[in-house]
């Protein structure tokens, strides 16, 4: 089952623009993260924010999370060819049954940044 | 460290036979997870392990499916016999501690598996 959902599906800009991303999730969780996957490739970590904090940021990258609303949303700045890839958030919510947490991803979004 | 480490990374079979795919988590890491890909579905988790013993595997599509980790630097996702359905990309991530609150898994490269 997929908790997050993101949105847009599929995002193109020009180099040099901001992308923003966005992910409304549906249960009480405990951290959300954001990957990114180039083509081909297996995803990688971006950057973490706890349910306890409301933003974050890493170099080009702004997290926001509101968990009153159960979304969240990513920032890119200063967007380039590189950034072009898959992105995908992910909800860490304890699971009862086996008291650890359980990670779900949503669909994604595909960046393309236009040189 | 090279990271989480899978193998094979693209593997073409045909349908009924058995299809065996490899990972080795980061050195450390004490959790490890199987995730599989497709169009459809996007990722899903089919296992995890704490420890090489395994703790959820609700997302486990069917008894065609098993995995196995039988020490701390290696497990095994096997799918026997396998369908044309099971065309997806399996990946293998690893963790360091219980709690995702402090770190993010590591994902390796990913198998390309093709059943025809």
């Known amino acids: 089952s997929q908790q997050g959902e993101e949105d847009p599906q599929a995002l193109s800009i020009q180099e040099g623009e901001n992308a923003t991303m966005n992910c409304s999730y549906k249960?009480?969780?405990?951290?959300l993260q954001w990957y990114r996957q180039n083509s081909g490739r297996g995803l990688v970590h971006l950057i973490l924010?706890?349910?306890?904090?409301r933003e974050k940021h890493s170099g080009r990258l702004r997290v926001t999370l509101d968990t009153s609303k159960k979304s969240s949303s990513l920032l890119i700045t200063a967007s380039r060819a590189a950034d072009t890839a898959s992105y995908f958030c992910a909800t860490a919510s304890r699971d009862s049954k086996t008291s650890y947490d359980k990670v779900i991803f949503g669909p994604g979004t595909s960046l393309s940044v236009i040189p | 460290d090279a990271g989480v480490i899978q193998s094979p990374r693209h593997e073409v079979t045909e349908m009924g036979q058995e299809v065996t795919l490899r990972c080795k988590p980061i050195s450390g890491h004490d959790y490890l997870f199987w995730y599989r890909q497709t169009m459809m579905r996007g990722l899903e988790l089919l296992i995890y392990f704490n420890n090489n013993v395994p703790i959820d595997d609700s997302g486990m599509p069917e008894d065609r499916f098993s995995a196995k980790m039988p020490n701390a630097s290696f497990s095994t996702l096997k799918i026997q016999p396998s369908e044309p359905r099971d065309s997806a990309v399996y990946f293998c991530?690893?963790?360091?501690?219980?709690?995702?609150?402090?770190?993010?898994?590591?994902f390796g490269s990913g198998t390309r598996l093709t059943v025809v």
């Open positions: 924010i706890r349910s306890n904090e």
């Open positions: 249960t009480s969780i405990n951290n």
């Open positions: 991530a690893s963790s360091l501690t219980r709690s995702t609150a402090t770190y993010g898994y590591t």
